[in-house]
């Protein structure tokens, strides 16, 4: 199975991640391609700019790293200090590897299934008047 991993960098007052992304873009997926990767993306947020490549495993992943050029580029980031994270999976905000399946509400979310005339029960005059506050 192939695993996903993520390259984030983030804008900084001195540069842009997508100006970084446009400038390196090209090296960087060409190298990814190189060492094996079998899918890449690219995703610009409003915070950064998200590399995200499909690798057979973990050695490619650590090849891809290792090259020059990308040492190179990844030196190159807007903000050198807090600019840059590098981790397994897909990035920016989208969570898990797997889709998030919908699940049922709990609580006061859930409604329950409305009942036909049939079935409600009766109500005698009797009842209403020990509960009507008049």
């Known amino acids: ?3 996903w991993y993520s390259i984030e960098v983030s804008n900084s007052a001195s540069g842009s991640a997508r100006t970084w992304s446009e400038a390196y873009g090209d090296v960087l997926t060409g190298i990814a391609l190189a ?41 190159a980031i807007p903000d ?27 609580g006061s979310g859930a409604a329950s299934v409305p009942l036909s005339v049939e079935d409600q ?4 005059p009797e009842q209403t008047r020990i509960f009507s506050r008049g």
Do not use: C
């Not at 650590?62 to 990308?70: G, H, P, S, Y």
């Not at 050198?80 to 709990?106: A, C, T």
């Not at 029960?121 to 005698?124: L, N």
């Open 1 to 3: 199975m192939a695993d």
């Open 35 to 75: 060492e094996g990767a079998t899918s890449w993306a690219w995703r610009h947020e409003s915070w950064g700019s998200v590399l995200e490549v499909e690798v057979s495993d973990e050695a490619a992943w650590t090849r891809f790293l290792t090259v020059d050029a990308v040492k190179a580029s990844l030196e």
């Open 80 to 106: 050198p200090v807090n600019g840059l994270s590098i981790h397994p999976g897909r990035g920016g905000s989208s969570g898990s590897r797997d889709p998030r399946r919908p699940r049922p509400r709990i």
């Open 121 to 124: 029960p009766e109500v005698m």
